[in-house]
């Protein structure tokens, strides 16, 4: 666990921390509350960020900057987003070269509504788990 590089900077903030560490160059970032991720998912989306900035998912409601993968080349520009006071993340994408892995795409790992879901309470759980939408 580690603290934000920028305090303040939100989700935007928490990315490039995750890219400022150091580790492998592609960095997966994962919300917290999406339990049924598949594995295979995952290392789709490092592969499709290969010279690129990183890849992301877009779902019917957009794109997805907490299921993503980041290459550290993208710290530099999100820096300078930080700077300039923009922390939308879904706007990084103005400004960083990102792959989109399509719904249909998410859908050969398993349902996009259970791989998908967030999960935030017992009731958000049951409903995944048992069937619903």
């Known amino acids: 666990v580690y603290a934000d590089a920028i305090q303040g900077a939100g989700v935007v903030g928490g990315i490039y921390t995750a890219l400022t560490i150091d580790g492998p160059d592609a960095v997966i970032v994962v919300a917290c509350d999406m339990p049924f991720l598949e594995a295979g998912l995952l290392r789709r989306l490092v592969e499709m960020s290969a010279g ?60 996009p509504a259970r791989l998908l879901a967030n999960l935030n309470s017992p009731e958000d759980y049951a409903r995944v788990q048992y069937g619903g939408s």
């Not at 900057?65 to 923009?86: M, N, S, T, V």
């Open 52 to 111: 690129r900035d990183g890849a992301w998912v877009r779902t019917p409601q957009g794109i997805d900057p907490l299921l993503a993968c980041y290459r550290r080349q993208a710290a530099p520009i999100i820096r300078g987003e930080i700077d300039a006071g923009r922390l939308k993340a879904t706007a990084l994408g103005t400004v960083l070269q990102m792959a989109e892995m399509s719904i249909e795409e998410v859908a050969s790992y398993g349902s």
